[in-house]
Every structure is written in C-alpha cells, then in structure tokens.
C-alpha cells in the first residue's frame, strides 16, 4: 500500500495535556503537508487551529476525554462548543461504567444526544476496548449502529492499551454496514497501519506515521 493512501486515513493526533500552540500549529502544518483525513488536537485550540487550517485539513477534537465519565448534558455541551469553534469532527468517550453494567440503552441515549449536539458533524464514538470484553464490545458495536454516528474507535491512548489487530477485526465483523471503524494507538510502524485497514479499519489515531514519513524523506 502507498504511503500517501495510508496517510489519507490517518487523523494526525497530539493530545498531551502539555501540548502548546507552537506543537499544534507544527501538527496542523504536518496535516496539510501529508495530506492527513484531519488533525486530532484537544478542544482549547479547536478555535485558533481551525483558524489557523483556513479548510486546508479537517479539524478533529476530543469530549469527555479521556476518562468518559462526564455527565451526557456536559459532552453535549462540549460538543456544541467544538463545533461553533470549527470543530469538523468529534471523537467522544462513552460512559464505561454505564457498559459494565449493562446499560446499553443509557449508552445509546448518551451517544444520541451527543451526535444531536454535533450538528451535522462527524462523530466518532471512543469504547476502550481495552477494558472491555468480548461480549460488550460486540455489544457497543450495535450501540454505535444504532445510535447515528459515523464510526467506532477503539481507544484513547490514555488507558491501559491501544488498538489491536483483534479488536479492529472484531469490531468490523459486529459493526454495520455503515458504521466506520478508527483503530487508536498501538501503531508502531507503517506495516502495522497497513495491517489495520486491511483488517477494515477506515481511520488511524496515531502521532507515529508522520513522524515515520519524514524520517523516511516524504513529503
């Protein structure tokens, strides 16, 4: 597979708490460098990063991140925020808790109520995979089918692990038709991306590939 066709999948994240404007505005110039589906960036630099992109690369950013645990009126909240900022796309953490206890219908309401909130916007929705079985994450796959957003991600990157070839398998078996699926951390090299969207991963969560793309002399 091409390098630039992996790349066109890739939302170009950097998501530490100690990221500054300087390292946002380098994330945003690498995205329209390489050509990348969007750049993932936390919501305080939503407005100046999306004014900074003037359209040339699509702005991603994060609500109820990373933990989930917020209440559905503030992600909805955040969400509308982030769009009315310039937001493009909104990957948000579901209520974890809510899953472990079986409340699948509570989820879906959380998830339906947040896709409101984003307008029209893409909405991507984060389970951790991680800390969930099998069973919850086929699960979370009919939640996410039903609830009107566009994908289901695997992670955070701020747990205790990232995607793997299992769960983006597993979660492209048990998902709609419509329901794209984003693998999040866990790449550690181009053929690992590769081995993520032949597996049927649409998107890529990852601060890596540029960085392997530069050294390697592209772009």
């Avoid at 390489?34 to 359209?55: D, H, K, L, N, W």
């Avoid at 933990?67 to 990957?91: L, P, Q, R, W």
């Avoid at 219908?105 to 951790?128: F, H, N, P, S, W």
């Avoid at 939640?143 to 492209?172: C, N, P, Y």
Wanted: net charge negative; hydrophobic share 40%.
């Amino acid at each position: 597979m091409e390098l630039q066709t992996i790349l066109s999948h890739v939302d170009h994240t950097l998501l530490k708490p100690e990221a500054t404007w300087a390292q946002i505005q380098t994330v945003v110039e690498e995205g329209v460098r390489f050509s990348t589906a969007s750049v993932c960036i936390p919501p305080s630099f939503v407005e100046q990063a999306a004014q900074y992109a003037r359209g040339r690369v699509k702005v991603c950013t994060v609500i109820g991140f990373p933990n989930g645990y917020s209440t559905v009126a503030t992600k909805c909240f955040e969400a509308a925020d982030a769009v009315e900022k310039g937001a493009d796309e909104i990957d948000m953490v579901i209520n974890l808790g809510l899953v472990k206890e079986g409340r699948f219908d509570a989820v879906l309401d959380e998830v339906k109520q947040v896709k409101k909130a984003c307008g029209g916007r893409v909405l991507k929705v984060i389970i951790e995979t991680c800390v969930l079985t099998r069973e919850e994450k086929a699960a979370m796959c009919r939640v996410v089918g039903e609830s009107g957003a566009e994908f289901i991600k695997t992670s955070t990157g701020f747990s205790t692990g990232g995607a793997t070839f299992e769960d983006v398998a597993l979660l492209r078996e048990h998902s709609p038709a419509h329901v794209q699926v984003k693998a999040a951390g866990g790449m550690s090299s181009l053929a690992d991306a590769e081995e993520f969207l032949r597996l049927g991963a649409s998107r890529l969560g990852t601060s890596r590939l540029v960085k392997l793309a530069k050294e390697a002399g592209h772009g």
